[in-house]
């Protein structure tokens, strides 16, 4: 079975500057998906990026980007120039690939979260 | 295009009672997701729908919890008899296909159980 673990359960940044938070998984399979989600206080899951494990580019969307180290299975996520509306729950998630064999490959299997506090 | 609608948003019961909660999923979309979201823990998936077939159910504590999806569209997952345990946000996400990779996530439903 697939796991994911978040080690930090609160990081917190200043605003413009720079924070990363760390995510490893554990998983048999060759090819994937990883994707970081946050969580405002809404509640409401909004994706923030995804890396498929086959691309050795690391994905990048406007100030958020990843170090995905495949061999280590490590996925971190880099948010640059901190805004107070990054502040949030963020979730680091794996998913099968489909035809990796098996019936259901549409789960998300989630990490525990960190927390990002970011101060003015 | 409007987005996954969930109700109640919130809801407190006593234990041993039953409630259920209601999922309106993207129109058009043909898989749909319960997750259970225990405080301070990331979601975990309950059950998987694809149209009116389950797909994984295998998360699903069955001799409480029951989910259908009639018809393919909406769904609806109870909890009968509710525990303590069971308080928690539970999370609503549909997706194009199982072959789609992203979920889009309804509000929740944050339930108590005193």
Known sequence: AQTVTQSQPEMSVQEAETVTLSCTYDTSESDYYLFWYKQPPSRQMILVIRQEAYKQQNATENRFSVNFQKAAKSFSLKISDSQLGDAAMYFCAYRRLPGA???SYGKLTFGQGTILTVHP | EAGVAQ??????????????????PISGHATLYWYQQILGQGPKLLIQFQNNGVVDDSQLPKDRFSAERLKGVDSTLKIQPAKLEDSAVYLCASSRGQGD??????PGTRLTVT
Request: charged letters at 20%.
């Open chain 2, 101 to 106: 990779y992203e979920q889009y996530f309804g």
């Open chain 2, 7 to 24: 109700s109640p948003r919130y809801k407190i019961i006593e234990k041993r009672q039953s409630v259920a909660f209601w999922c309106n």
């Open chain 1, 101 to 103: 064999g098996g019936t």
